[in-house]
């Protein structure tokens, strides 16, 4: 099994910046993609970034490309840079894991964190 740890969640002023971290522990031999996604109160899960093996990425539209995905192997970790962060941008955020089989942009999530709470005022 694969377990997965955020941190770094906190307030923050909108324009500033967070970067959130995620260590996967467990057995990761099918791990070969990571991500994030996050939730509004009452709605569904959102991916809002992966990152496949090979470093390509991919971003939902949301976010504007203002956030940044980047992932260490070795480290068995995955960070999310968040740069001009918006009250919008208020949600849980959940690190995710995935055996990925096609092309990142059809990555989806097996493997969930506990989510960590990020919320942006004005």
């Known amino acids: 099994q694969v377990q997965l740890v955020e941190s770094g969640g906190g307030l923050v002023q909108a324009g500033g910046s967070l970067k959130l971290s995620c260590v996967a522990s467990?057995?990761?031999?099918?791990?070969?993609?990571m991500g994030w996604s996050r939730q509004y109160p009452g709605q569904r899960r959102e991916v809002i970034a992966a990152?496949?093996?090979?470093?390509?990425?991919d971003y939902a539209k949301s976010i504007e490309g203002r956030f940044t995905i980047t992932r260490n192997t070795a480290r068995n970790s995955v960070y999310l840079q968040m740069d001009n962060l918006e009250p919008t941008d208020t949600a849980v955020y959940f690190c995710?894991?995935?055996?990925?089989?096609?092309?990142?942009?059809?990555?989806?999530?097996?493997?969930w964190g506990r989510g960590t709470q990020v919320t942006v005022f004005s």
């Open positions: 467990g057995n990761m031999f099918a791990i070969n993609a």
């Open positions: 995710t894991a995935a055996f990925l089989r096609d092309e990142v942009q059809y990555y989806s999530p097996d493997y």
């Open positions: 990152i496949d093996s090979g470093d390509n990425t």
